[in-house]
């Protein structure tokens, strides 16, 4: 069982930046990523990070504007989120598994534990 809660989520103008965070309580999983759904659209893969490893995965849509990273403890996970667009204004989730298929650590349907989510809305 792992439980996640999030936080840093606000609202910024178009180019701004944000932070979230990701606390996460309970058994150690083996990959954590973040998601966002906007309303009416599937949830979407943003970056994925293996616990430990050094090599992260992100989608086209964020890849060169955010950044995925966790602590040493690998009880937090982060997402910095720069240069941000009226089209990143949905809920972000911050998700868990412990073995998400390789190629697929960008599918929502791979995690077993999320957390609440955070609301990230930006205005041009």
């Known amino acids: 069982q792992v439980d996640l809660v999030e936080s840093g989520g606000g609202s910024v103008q178009a180019g701004g930046s944000l932070r979230l965070s990701c606390a996460a309580f309970?058994?150690?999983?083996?990959?954590m990523a973040w998601f966002r759904q906007a309303p009416g659209k599937e949830r979407e893969g943003l970056a994925a990070?293996?616990?430990?490893?050094?090599?992260?995965y992100y989608g086209d849509s964020v890849k060169g504007r955010f950044t995925i990273s966790q602590d040493n403890s690998k009880t937090t996970l982060w997402l910095q989120m720069n240069d941000l667009k009226p089209q990143d204004t949905a809920m972000y989730y911050c998700?868990?598994?412990?073995?998400?298929?390789?190629?697929?650590?960008?599918?929502?349907?791979?995690?077993?534990?999320w957390g609440q989510g955070t609301q990230v809305t930006v205005s041009s």
């Open positions: 998700a868990a598994d412990p073995f998400p298929l390789p190629g697929l650590v960008l599918s929502a349907d791979e995690y077993t534990y």
């Open positions: 309970g058994q150690n999983a083996n990959c």
């Open positions: 990070i293996y616990i430990g490893g050094s090599n992260p």
